[in-house]
């Protein structure tokens, strides 16, 4: 078996996720793997950064296709016997104006944010080795008070809330988007607010689990939120560069240690719980 660290960065052909392979490539001990879902992109994404001295490696990945997580996983199984790092970075968002349906909105933005990467984090978890890291890129509409609903609010805060119990929870929201009661039922009117607050309560019973597991890998899974990024995602809105926004993830990732935590762009600890982010 390697003894070779291994870091992943998920959709980390642009944007916050190539900033954080960048970041890694400087300081992480180990091979620093970037994927993306267009093998050509992630090539070019290699390039880029070969050309400024770093030593990327690459691996096709796309998290909503269970080949080539299959592919991904075995390949990361028979090549280093394990995994010391990831961050889950692979994510979408419609546009303000978009003028797909609300309930299609919903389900195509769940199915990448939460269903995917819980599916992706279900296959390679396996894998993780003692004193793994994983970060899992969440966001400000993240925060639990980003959801109207008290009821919704006391469910996905539960301690004792399971990750089928969730998925329930994230499929309930699908199909009240789909028959148009989402925003009377509480959800509010944001397919990516509800996406990344399902990945940050996620965050909190994974971390649970790992603390629960016999004989202990000593795990930390944490959610970031990286900031208002300049990237394609934000239309170039965002007022911090993409380096910026990888500042919170690599200290988590790299120097902080932390458990179920819900992080700030700034490096602080934020009350995921609380009435209001910051």
């Not at 890291?133 to 400000?140: A, E, M, P, Q, T």
């Not at 397919?191 to 890998?217: C, H, W």
Request: with cysteine; proline share 4%; charged share 25%.
């Amino acid at each position: 078996m390697s003894s070779t660290k291994v870091a992943v960065v998920t959709g980390s052909n642009k944007g916050i996720g190539f900033a954080i392979v960048k970041g890694l490539c400087e300081r992480f001990a180990g091979v620093v793997y970037l994927t993306s879902r267009d093998v050509s992109r992630g090539k070019d994404a290699v390039d880029k950064l070969e050309k400024l001295g770093f030593k990327p490696l690459y691996h096709q990945l796309d998290i909503t296709d269970q080949t080539s997580i299959n592919n991904f996983k075995k390949f990361i199984e028979t090549t280093y016997g394990g995994l010391d790092l990831l961050v889950n970075n692979a994510a979408i968002a419609f546009k303000g104006d978009a003028k797909e349906p609300f309930g299609h909105q919903a389900e195509e933005t769940l199915k990448v944010n939460y269903f995917s990467t819980l599916n992706f984090c279900e296959a390679v978890f396996p894998l993780l080795r003692q004193n793994a890291k994983v970060v899992n890129l969440s966001s400000s509409a993240g925060h639990l008070s980003r959801i109207p609903s008290a009821d919704l609010r006391a469910k996905l805060s539960s301690p004792d809330l399971s990750i089928s119990e969730l998925s329930k929870l994230m499929e309930a929201f699908v199909r009240d988007a789909k028959d148009g009661t989402a925003g009377e039922k509480g959800w509010g009117n944001s397919t990516y607010v509800v996406s990344k607050v399902g990945l940050t309560a996620l965050t909190i019973i994974q971390q649970r689990l790992f603390d629960k597991e016999e004989p202990n890998r000593n795990i930390s899974v944490n959610a970031v939120h990286p900031g208002y990024v300049d990237t394609d995602m934000t239309s170039h809105k965002g007022p911090l560069t993409i380096e910026e926004g990888a500042k919170a993830p690599l200290f988590v990732a790299l120097d902080a240690d932390w458990k179920g935590m819900y992080v700030w762009f700034d490096c602080r600890e934020v009350d995921w719980f609380g009435d209001a982010a910051p």
